[in-house]
C-alpha cells in the first residue's frame, strides 16, 4: 500500500500508549454519515473504538442521552505462531499512522518482531465511502519474513465504546449470505439497527487450501469474529479486503436486509472500484473547499487538516442533521449540537457548499417545536432553542453539568436556563444563509416564522426599565460560561436586537409572498410586530465609554477583580477544577472563559471603528483564558480586521491545530470533553478566507480588504456566491479574480476602493493604490 499525496498526509510514527484517545480524533474518518475514530484494528471499548452514527440518540436508565456507537465491523488481530500480534501486548519495531486527508483514507503500518525472530509487517487501509455513505471498506495485508501458521481473527464487535451505555440491546449475531451480521435495537426508541461485513483474501485468487475458517458468536454482546488460519510463506503478501455496512431505522425499512445487500455490492464492485469512486468524492469536494496559503506550509497543513475534519462530519445528505460540538469523534457532549454550528461553522459551508449550509439551518427549523416545548416550560413565548440539541430539540443539557472536583457534588450550571443567546445564533444563522443565498423558500419553509418565534421569546423575556424608558435583558450567560447569570451581557444584547430586526425583515417577506402563513402567525400571537418593532428600538446595547472606548462586557464587570490571568492560574487547586459556577476561581473576577465583546466586534464589525475594536482587544485578550475552543479564531480575525494580523497568526494556529495537537482541554471536573473540536476547525476557515484574506459577502458584492500575516504571499480559494463561481488569489499588494466560464451570471467584487463586475469566463485584477 502506497502513500500517495505526500503534502496531504497526516503522519506520525511510534506506538505511544498515551496517545490512544488523542490520535483517535485526530486520524478520524469519516462521511458525515458516522464517523470512525482512527484507532488499530486490534483496538476495543478499552482503546475508544468507536463508529458513532449521526443522528441516532440513545438514552439508558436515565443517563445522559447521547448519539449511538454502532458495533465497530473493522475489528482485526493477527497471530503469528500463536503469538498476538497486538500493539497492545507485543511493542511493534516500528509503527506508523497515517491520515491522507486528500482522500479521506486512514492508514497504517507496523513492524512486529515475533518469538524465533520472525518480523511482520502489517498495514492496513480503511475509508468511510464517500459515495455510499453506509459503506466502510478496509484493505488489511500481512508479510512474514518466515513461514509459520499465520491466524487472522477478523469480524464485528459488538463490545462499544460508550460513556453512558449500553445502548443496543436484542442483539444478535449470525452468518448470512456469506457476511457477518449483527442487528440490534435501541433501548429507548427501539430504532433496528444492522451492522454486515464481509471479507475476500488474496488467497481465493490463488486458489489457496489449507485455510480453516471458523465463525465464532457471542450473542450477549453482538460480536461475530471469523478465524483465518493458513500456513503463510516468507516473503508473501497476504491482502484482505473488508467491506461493512451500517443501516439503521432511521433510514432503512429493514435494516439488516439492507446492510447485507450494501456489503454484497461494495464486494462486488471490489475495494479498489470502492477507492476510486470515493476519491473522486473527494476530489469534487476539495476542489470547492480548498485553501491554498502561499507562503507557510505548516499553517497550509493544519488549514487542509481543519477543512477535512469539517468534509468528513458535514451531513450533505440530510436536512434533519446538523454538526455536534465533537463532530463525530464519538458521544462527548451528548453528541449535541450547540451555537458553534452556525456562529462558527456556517460560514465555511455558505461559502463551499451552499447546499450543506442549508441542510445545517434546515435543522433549526426542523426543531422549532423542541425549541417551543422549552419556552413553554420556563414559562415563555417563542422558541427558546436548546442548548445541547439532540435530533427532537429538546434540551439535552442538564441543570448540573459538571462535578465539583473536590466534594465530587454535582453543581448547579445554567448553561442551559441562562444562555439565552442560542435562540438569537439560530436565528442569525437563517438569517445569514438567506442573505448570503438569496434563497427565499428558506424563510416560506418555516425560516420565517422560526426567527419571529426567537424575537417572540426574547420579547417575553427581555424587561422594560421604566426609569431608563428601555428595554434590558437580565439574568442571562453570555459567551463566556464564567459569568453565569449576569445583567445585559453585551454581546447578548446585540444579537437580541439583531434577531428582532431579523424578525421584522423576515416577517415583511413572508407577508408578501404569503399573506395567509403571516397573518396565521399574527393572529396567534398576542406579540406583534409592533412590540417586535418598539423593543428593538429601544434595546439597550452597552456601548463604548467615550474615554477609554471600553465595552463593558456585561453591568459592573469592571468592579470585579482584576486579576492577572498567570496569578489565577496560580491558584488552581485541582488541574481539572471548573473556573465557573458558584465557586469557581474565575467567577469573582475579570477572567473571560472564551471570546465575548471580542466575538460581538467581530460579527457587527461596521458598527464599530478600528480604535474601538483595538482598545477592547488589547483590553480583553489578556483576560481570556481561552478555556474554549471557540476563543483564539475569534482574536485571530479582530486582528486582521485592525490591520494586526501578525497578532492574530497565533490565535489563527492555535486554532487549526487544534486537533493536531490535541492540545485542549480533556476534562472539566470528571467530565470528559476530549474529541475533534469543529467549532475551531470552522474558525480556521474563517480566520483565514474572512480574517487574512478580509474577503466578504453581503449577498450582492464580494468586498476583499487583504490583511495577510508576514509569512503568507497569498491566499487562494475557490467561492460560491449566490451560485457563481469565482477563483480568487488573495496577495499582498493585488487581488487576482477568475469567474467560471460556467457561471449565468456577473459577479461584483470590490478591493482597494475599486469595484468591477465579472463576467462569465473573465479574469481581472485589482491592484493596491490603483484608481
Ligand atoms: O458551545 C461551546 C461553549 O461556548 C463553550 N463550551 C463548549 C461548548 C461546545 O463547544
Not at 120 to 149: H, K, M, P, W, Y
Not at 352 to 378: C, F, S, W
Not at 532 to 560: A, C, N
Request: overall charge negative; aromatic content about 10%.
Amino acid at each position: 500500500m502506497k502513500l500517495v499525496n505526500q503534502d496531504w498526509l497526516i503522519r506520525e510514527n511510534g506506538f505511544d500508549r498515551n496517545r490512544i484517545a488523542a490520535d483517535g480524533n485526530k486520524f478520524m474518518i469519516g462521511n458525515g454519515y458516522m464517523g470512525c475514530r482512527g484507532t488499530m484494528e486490534e483496538y476495543t471499548r478499552g482503546e475508544l473504538a468507536a463508529v458513532t452514527l449521526a443522528g441516532l440518540y440513545d438514552q439508558v436508565d436515565g443517563k445522559w442521552r447521547e448519539p449511538v456507537n454502532a458495533p465497530h465491523p473493522l475489528y482485526a488481530v493477527i497471530e503469528f505462531e500463536g503469538q498476538s500480534l497486538s500493539v497492545l501486548d507485543c511493542e511493534p519495531v516500528e509503527h506508523e499512522q497515517a491520515l491522507d486527508i486528500r482522500s479521506a483514507v486512514h492508514h497504517r503500518r507496523t513492524v512486529f518482531k515475533a518469538d524465533r525472530g520472525a518480523e511482520l509487517v502489517v498495514e492496513s487501509e480503511r475509508f468511510c465511502s464517500a459515495e455510499r455513505l453506509n459503506v466502510i471498506a478496509g484493505r488489511l495485508s500481512v508479510t512474514c519474513s518466515a513461514d509459520g501458521q499465520l491466524t487472522i481473527r477478523t469480524g464485528i464487535d459488538g463490545e462499544v465504546w460508550d460513556i453512558n451505555g449500553p445502548h443496543l440491546e436484542k442483539l444478535e449475531a449470525a452468518e448470512r449470505q456469506n457476511s457477518l451480521l449483527v442487528t440490534a435495537v435501541t433501548r429507548e426508541l427501539q430504532v433496528p439497527l444492522a451492522v454486515a461485513e464481509r471479507i475476500s483474501s488474496s488467497m481465493e485468487a490463488e486458489g489457496r487450501e489449507a485455510v480453516t475458517m471458523e465463525v465464532r458468536y457471542d450473542q450477549q454482546s453482538g460480536s461475530v469474529f471469523r478465524t483465518i488460519s493458513f500456513a503463510c510463506r516468507a516473503g508473501k503478501t497476504y491482502t484482505f479486503d473488508r467491506f461493512a455496512a451500517v443501516c439503521t431505522g432511521l433510514d432503512e425499512e429493514e435494516p439488516g436486509a439492507a446492510a447485507l445487500r450494501l456489503c454484497r455490492e461494495a464486494a462486488g464492485t471490489g475495494y479498489t472500484g470502492l477507492l476510486a469512486e470515493h476519491e473522486a468524492c473527494w476530489e469534487r469536494k476539495w476542489a470547492l473547499a480548498d485553501v491554498v496559503i502561499e507562503g507557510d506550509d505548516e499553517a497550509q497543513l493544519a488549514l487542509r487538516y481543519s477543512l477535512y475534519q469539517l468534509l468528513i462530519i458535514a451531513p450533505e445528505h440530510s436536512e434533519k442533521l446538523s454538526i455536534p460540538a465533537r463532530g463525530l469523534s464519538g458521544q462527548v457532549y451528548k453528541g449535541a449540537v450547540f451555537w458553534d454550528t452556525e456562529m462558527f461553522m456556517l460560514p465555511f459551508f455558505l461559502y463551499t457548499q451552499p447546499e450543506t449550509a442549508r441542510n445545517l439551518v434546515m435543522y433549526r427549523i426542523h426543531t422549532l417545536d423542541g425549541a417551543r416545548r422549552k419556552a413553554a416550560e420556563y414559562g415563555y413565548e417563542g422558541a427558546f432553542y436548546a442548548w445541547e440539541s439532540q435530533e427532537t430539540g429538546d434540551d439535552a443539557c442538564t441543570l448540573f453539568n459538571v462535578n465539583d472536583v473536590f466534594t465530587g457534588r454535582p453543581m448547579r450550571t445554567y448553561f442551559r436556563d441562562k444562555q439565552v443567546h442560542i435562540s438569537a445564533d439560530a436565528a442569525y444563522g437563517i438569517w445569514e444563509y438567506y442573505k448570503f443565498t438569496g434563497d427565499e423558500g428558506i424563510l416560506l419553509q418555516g425560516g420565517a416564522e422560526t426567527v419571529w418565534e426567537c424575537a417572540r421569546f426574547f420579547y417575553s423575556y427581555a424587561y422594560y426599565n421604566p426609569l431608563k424608558q428601555r428595554y434590558e435583558v437580565l439574568d442571562v450567560t453570555g459567551p463566556d460560561e464564567y459569568h453565569e447569570r449576569v445583567n445585559n451581557n453585551a454581546f447578548t444584547n446585540a444579537m437580541v436586537k439583531r434577531t428582532l430586526f431579523i424578525a421584522l425583515e423576515a416577517m415583511e417577506i413572508l407577508h408578501a409572498a404569503c399573506p395567509e402563513q403571516y397573518e396565521a402567525l399574527v393572529q396567534n400571537s398576542a406579540i406583534k410586530p409592533e412590540h417586535i418593532r418598539d423593543m428593538h428600538d429601544r434595546l439597550y446595547v452597552p456601548e463604548p465609554d467615550s474615554e477609554t472606548g471600553l465595552i463593558e462586557q456585561f453591568d459592573r464587570y469592571f468592579t470585579l477583580e482584576d486579576v492577572p490571568l498567570h496569578e489565577l492560574k496560580g491558584r488552581v487547586l485541582n488541574k481539572h477544577e471548573y473556573w465557573g459556577g458558584g465557586n469557581g476561581l474565575a467567577t469573582t473576577t475579570q477572567i473571560l472563559k472564551q471570546a465575548d465583546i471580542v466575538l460581538m466586534l467581530h460579527l457587527f464589525k461596521d458598527a464599530y471603528d478600528t480604535v474601538i475594536k483595538k482598545a477592547n482587544w488589547a483590553y480583553y485578550e489578556p483576560r481570556t483564558e481561552h478555556g474554549s475552543s471557540l476563543s483564539a479564531c475569534i482574536y485571530a480575525m479582530v486582528a486582521a480586521d485592525t490591520g494586526s494580523p501578525d497578532w492574530g497568526y497565533p490565535y489563527f494556529m492555535r486554532t487549526a491545530t487544534i486537533d493536531l495537537t490535541g492540545e485542549s482541554k480533556q476534562y472539566v471536573g470528571d467530565l470528559y470533553i476530549g474529541g475533534t473540536h469543529p467549532a475551531a476547525n470552522g474558525g480556521a476557515w474563517m480566520a483565514a478566507v474572512q480574517g487574512f484574506a478580509g474577503i466578504r459577502f453581503d449577498g450582492e458584492c464580494a468586498t476583499i480588504s487583504p490583511s495577510l500575516p508576514e509569512k503568507w504571499q497569498a491566499v487562494q480559494t475557490r467561492l460560491i456566491l449566490r451560485g457563481q463561481q469565482i477563483k480568487v488569489r488573495v496577495g499582498r499588494q493585488q487581488v487576482e479574480l477568475e469567474a467560471d466560464a460556467g457561471n449565468t451570471s456577473e459577479v461584483r467584487v470590490a478591493a482597494y476602493g475599486q469595484s468591477l463586475t465579472l463576467e462569465p469566463g473573465v479574469s481581472a485584477v485589482l491592484r493596491m493604490g490603483q484608481e
